[in-house]
């Protein structure tokens, strides 16, 4: 079975602190994914990486950067949180090259920022 | 560009009634077709997909979906519905060939009342 994980499901943030959402997947996937959820906008594509140390923005890259230094792992990074940020972060991964391009998620992360 | 179109945010059904949720896609070449299920505080998980050949897809938890080219759509469909059916469903697309990102629909609640 394919497993993403998540390093948080829960996460509770003051504004302006640096904020790290890790994502870890087992199934040496290349294409990893960061999104973002909210009611009534579904989601939202923030990052895509296709390699280590390769990454594309999404729709709305504002605010976020992210790191792959490892192919297994994915991070999305807050560099000074603010309370727009407060969301639901999904992460996905899928196999480069392979179509269909189906995505396997994470359980997701609500984070709060206060 | 593909777009793809959820006609209904929400749906509320009775137990044991049937289900349609709705799903319209806009593209210029062929699609793949992806329905996903968030269960609550969860991540995403493939309902079922759309490649090619019958227009008739089957999936866990007894959905099924129709791929009409003509009228661009892909309704799912579940003859009787549970309570456990309660979550958000999301409509996806990819290309062929494409940059091997899935387009989402917004998702469409489903409440399946006792």
């Given at each position: 079975?394919?497993?993403?994980?998540?390093?948080?499901?829960?996460?509770?943030?003051?504004?302006?602190?640096?904020?790290?959402?890790?994502?870890?997947?087992?199934?040496?996937?290349?294409?990893?994914?960061?999104?973002?959820?909210?009611?009534?906008?579904?989601?939202?594509?923030?990052?895509?990486?296709?390699?280590?140390?390769?990454?594309?923005?999404?729709?709305?890259?504002?605010?976020?950067?992210?790191?792959?230094?490892?192919?297994?792992?994915?991070?999305?990074?807050?560099?000074?949180?603010?309370t727009n940020q407060t969301s639901m972060y999904l992460c996905a991964s899928s196999f480069y090259g392979r179509a269909p391009y189906e995505q396997y998620f994470g359980p997701g992360t609500r984070l709060t920022v206060t | 560009a593909q777009s793809v179109t959820q006609l209904d945010s929400q749906v509320p059904v009775f137990e044991e009634a049937p289900v349609e949720l709705r799903c319209n896609y806009s593209s210029s070449v062929s699609v793949y077709l992806f329905w996903y299920v968030q269960y609550p505080n969860q991540g995403l998980q493939l309902l079922l997909k759309y490649l090619s050949g019958s227009t008739l897809v089957k999936g866990i938890n007894g959905f099924e979906a129709e791929f009409n080219k003509s009228q661009t759509s892909f309704h799912l469909r579940k003859p009787s519905v549970h309570i456990s059916d309660t979550a958000e469903y999301f409509c996806a697309v990819s290309v062929p060939g494409g940059s091997e990102k899935l387009v989402f629909g917004k998702g469409t609640k489903l409440t399946v009342n006792p």
């Open positions: 079975d394919v497993k993403v994980t998540q390093s948080s499901r829960y996460l509770v943030k003051r504004t302006g602190e640096k904020v790290f959402l890790e994502c870890v997947q087992d199934m040496d996937h290349e294409n990893m994914f960061w999104y973002r959820q909210d009611p009534g906008l579904g989601l939202r594509l923030i990052y895509f990486s296709y390699d280590v140390k390769m990454k594309e923005k999404g729709d709305i890259p504002e605010g976020y950067s992210v790191s792959r230094e490892k192919k297994e792992r994915f991070s999305l990074i807050l560099e000074s949180a603010s | -």
